[in-house]
């Protein structure tokens, strides 16, 4: 089982950074590829990026490639968005997630490989 809590959001200017984090309990985590993904209102939940159980590897949506940074210290139980040129079309509520049953070398960008989900942290970005 693995607990996620995300923190780091808030209300920022457009051209600005954040940082999100995501922290994780459970022995599980080291073992988990960790996504996060966002859903605005009215729209659907969708991927940003996700990182190996090592950091190896990473993925990232289009939209957010260039910009945002997914990374993870396993040894802090905690996985990253460093968001940075943020934009008001980046504006949504920012979920991470942990996936256990998949190969712990993929990055997959479908919400349903992944198992646990955090309860979310809103990033509103103003022009």
């Known amino acids: 089982q693995v607990q996620l809590v995300e923190s780091g959001g808030g209300l920022v200017q457009a051209g600005d950074s954040l940082r999100l984090s995501c922290a994780a309990s459970g022995r599980a985590f080291s073992r988990a590829v960790m996504g996060w993904f966002r859903q605005a209102p009215g729209k659907e939940r969708e991927f940003v990026a996700a990182i190996t159980w090592s950091g190896g590897i990473t993925d990232y949506a289009d939209s957010v490639k260039g910009r945002f940074t997914i990374s993870r210290d396993n040894a802090k139980n905690t996985v990253y968005l460093q968001m940075n040129s943020l934009k008001p079309e980046d504006t949504a509520v920012y979920y991470c997630?942990?996936?256990?049953?998949?190969?712990?070398?993929?990055?997959?960008?479908?919400?349903?490989?992944?198992?646990?989900w955090g309860q979310g942290t809103q990033v509103t970005v103003s022009s």
């Open positions: 997630a942990a996936a256990l049953r998949v190969d712990l070398l993929s990055t997959p960008r479908g919400s349903a490989a992944y198992d646990y």
